[in-house]
Each structure stands twice: as structure tokens, then as C-alpha cells.
């Protein structure tokens, strides 16, 4: 009975050492930047350039159309006023005026020229990756993300964390469905470039705050990038319906400082198999 004591007590240690252990392995105390809240009808936090850039179009976009609905509004109003039938009781009879055809043909392409010429270099921006820091290549399963540093040669699971298992990875109750057990850990301001891919079936790498959306089609490499500007955690989900499953295979990155990256990065080539890059990420600079 005395060694069965024992064995218990040695098997609580373990787990305890266990998440000790995890708790260690990632960076902690970062505030949560990028994630949904209830009743929230605006974007997440604009973290990156990219984002910031789309942010910026869009509000240009729904100007211009604001001003547009005001404008057809109006002329809808003056039409209803001026040629009811009480206050214009002998209507027109003629059929066309070309110089308002003109006019209602011309204005729609300038103003779809105007806003091409400022969407088409952000979408260009989005593809066009810069020197990168780093290489993460992001594979969907169903239903979860693997995750491979190339640059270092190892790669891990990141599945859904269940809702008793929140509290134990540092995570309130409030990120059921978004935390995942392990996270892609990057560095601030470093210049990240994404590859995705799928395993089965078509998913999407999707992370609001950082403005990317990319699909990962089985066979294919799909290629993106982003410079995360602000250390703290982000969540992203699976963008294309993927099976019955699709609601359940978040993603969690976490941004943290060229230090802890470092930090992280030593436990895990240790934990997962790999090697080093002589400099760390400060070399590709």
C-alpha cells in the first residue's frame, strides 16, 4: 500500500511538472489584442501595416458610397416632390437626354478607377512578401493546424483547447473556442512569411488583425506574409467550411519581443527536434 502511495504521488508530480513545464514553454502575461467580443460590430485592432491599409480602404470605400446613397437619396426626393402627378399634372415626352446618360455612365467607371487604383496595390501588397525574418508553414487538417519553423527544421500540432483545459494554458473562460494548446510564436516587428497548405480538404488561414486571409488547398502552396507591430495574443479560426468539425480548429499567435522569441524558440527546437539558425532571427537583418 506504502508503494502505491508513493507511485501516486510521483504520478501528481509529473503532471504537475507537466504544466510547469508548459507554462514555461510559452511567453505569458501578454495582454489579448486581436480577438471577437460580444455584440462587437467593428474591426479587431489593426496590427500590422497590411491591416492597416485595408482599415484605411475600407473606410474610404464605405465614404464614397455613403455619399452616393445621399446623392440617389436626394434625387429620388426631388423626383417624388417635383413630378408627382399633383405638382407636374402634363408629363415630359421625351424618351432619352444623352448627356445624362453620359454622365450616369461616365461617373460609376471614375469612380470604380478611383477606388481600383487604391485597392489593387493593397491587394499586390498582401502577395508581394517582403525579405522575410522567418518562414511558418501553416498545413490544415481536419481539424486542426500544423505548424512547421522551416527555417529551423521542426514543426507541432495546434488543436482546440477544450473549456476545462483554458485555465491551465492562462487562458479566462471568455476564449472557449478560441485558445488552442500550442500557439505560433513570433516576433514583433519582424517581417513573417506564411506559407499554407492543405492536407485533405480546402481551409483558410484567416487572422482579422493582421489583415490576412489565405486559403490552403490540398496540393498547392499558397503564400503570404505579415509584420506583427504589437506584442500580445491574437486569435483566427478556419475561414472555408471544411467538415463537420470546421467551428472547432482556432489559431492562436502569440507576439512577443526578439528576446522571448529567442527564449521560446530554444525550448522549442529542445521539445520538437530541430536546429538552430546561426544568429536567430537578428541575422536576417
Known sequence: MKKLWIALLLGCSAILGGGAAWAQAEPA???VIGAPHAGGVSFQPASTPVATDLHWLDTMVHGIMFVIVIFVTALLAIVVLRFNRRANPTPATFTHNTRVEIAWTLVPVLILII???FSLPILFKQLEVPTPDLTIKATGNQWYWNYTYADNEFSFDSLLLAEDEL?????????????TDTSVVVPVNKVVRLLTTGADVIHSWAMPAFGVKMDAVPGRLNETWFM???EGIYFGQCSELCG???????????????AQYETWLDWAINEYGGT??????AAAN
Request: hydrophobic fraction near 35%; charge should be negative.
Open 29 to 31: 502575461d501578454l495582454p
Open 167 to 179: 485555465a491551465a494554458h492562462g487562458y479566462g473562460p471568455e476564449l472557449h473556442l478560441l485558445a
Open 115 to 117: 477606388i481600383g487604383s
Open 244 to 258: 463537420k468539425d470546421h467551428s472547432y480548429m482556432p489559431i492562436t499567435v502569440k507576439v512577443v519581443s526578439e
Open 276 to 281: 538552430r539558425t546561426p544568429g536567430g532571427v
Open 228 to 230: 506583427a507591430e504589437k
